[in-house]
């Protein structure tokens, strides 16, 4: 549901502002539709119904996985394709993974959605509504803004949806917004008064190799994103999460284990190293190697913990949210690690 729509459409037809908060607050809860808000006057159930859509986004697809995740395809009134990810935890959390963008800019080699054609940011009412559609199914307690598109770059939109995501069932503690490093984000978030995590997607702590993997290292240098989310933590007194996809014979020896701690500080960043699920260019690491990883890691003080992967048989995990694939070639692979054989040369 738009609510600037819903909110402009009512001030229209007359309606006292408690309308807009009756209508939001039955929606928030899973309502099916404007036919279920009993404490709202018929004959305006009728006209929101034509005037106000009750989701701004079209439901192309659901697939369903073995482990209880659902992905599902949205399509905007523009015809731009949106997915969104809910993940059932067997603690009983039920996870949201949002996405910002339709497509995305950035083009990091390891993601799915990077080989799409970016479309555009999407509205606040348009990420909202990715959370009401599981809402209306299911209880939500945590959202993750790590579907498609980098959410620093459309981070008014983003932070309106998190101030409405309490009503849905999501406070701003179990909340998190993941990033590549777009530094004005990180900074704009820094001063954001809700308590909002951050996640940083980091994935090569040399800058060399990380600009092989997420060219936007070229424009902000992992030096310089780091020093941003250290003043995140000074002011936030909150750790920030570190995502590292681990990509077999790139970015998975003891080596790079060594650099990784090295650049972080065991104080401020705790490590969530993902097993990754192939998308056409890379492979998986072993799980023996992200395990030795791991030990690396813990050898040096950092905290890491190993992610559990949801959704992998309905490509529903990270890095393969995408609409259309854009296969790369075994020849591009090949001259990449020739590329990481040299820089460790």
């Keep these: ?56 986004l079209e439901l192309v697809q659901e697939a369903f996985s073995t482990d209880g995740t659902v992905k599902a395809l949205f ?33 990091c080699t390891f993601c799915a959605t990077g080989a799409m054609k970016f479309g555009r940011n999407l509205t606040a009412g348009e990420i909202l509504d990715q ?10 307690d945590h959202v993750v803004f790590m579907g498609m598109g980098e959410p620093m770059m459309n981070l008014d939109n983003v932070l309106e949806t998190c101030r409405r995501l309490p009503a849905v069932g999501v406070t701003h503690r179990r909340t998190a917004i993941s990033t590549v490093g777009w530094i004005p984000g990180i900074e704009r978030l820094t001063e954001e008064d809700m308590p909002i995590r951050l996640a940083l997607s980091l994935h090569a702590a040399d800058e060399q190799l990380r600009s092989q993997l997420m060219p936007v290292n070229d424009r902000y240098p992992l030096s310089e994103v780091l020093a941003a989310c250290e003043r995140f933590y000074a002011v936030k007194r909150r750790q920030v999460f570190v995502e590292y996809v681990m990509l077999r014979d790139v970015n998975d020896s003891a080596l790079h284990a060594r650099q990784l701690a090295e650049v972080l500080d065991p104080t401020i960043y ?17 799980r023996a190697t992200i395990e030795r990883f791991r030990a690396v890691l813990e050898e040096h003080g950092l905290r890491a913990t190993v992610r559990l992967t ?9 890095g393969q949210l995408k609409t259309a694939s854009e296969k790369k070639s075994r020849a591009e692979l090949d001259a990449l690690r020739a590329k990481v054989d040299r820089l460790g040369s």
């Design 270 to 286: 705790k490590v969530n190293l993902i097993p990754y699920n192939p998308t056409g260019m890379y492979d998986g690491s072993p």
């Design 310 to 318: 949801m959704g992998r048989d309905i490509d529903a995990a990270c």
């Design 1 to 56: 549901m738009d609510p600037v729509l819903l909110e402009s459409t009512l001030a229209q037809l007359g309606q006292p502002a408690f309308r807009a908060r009756q209508v939001w607050e039955w929606a928030a809860r899973g309502a099916q539709g404007y036919a279920e808000m009993s404490n709202v006057p018929a004959a305006l159930r009728d006209e929101l119904a034509t005037a106000v859509p009750f989701s701004s």
């Design 131 to 140: 959370a009401l559609h599981f809402r209306r199914e299911h209880e939500v």
């Design 75 to 107: 399509r905007t009134h523009d015809g731009r394709s949106v997915e969104a990810v809910l993940m059932r935890y067997h603690d009983g959390r039920h996870s949201l993974c949002l996405s910002s963008q339709s497509g995305c800019p950035l083009t």
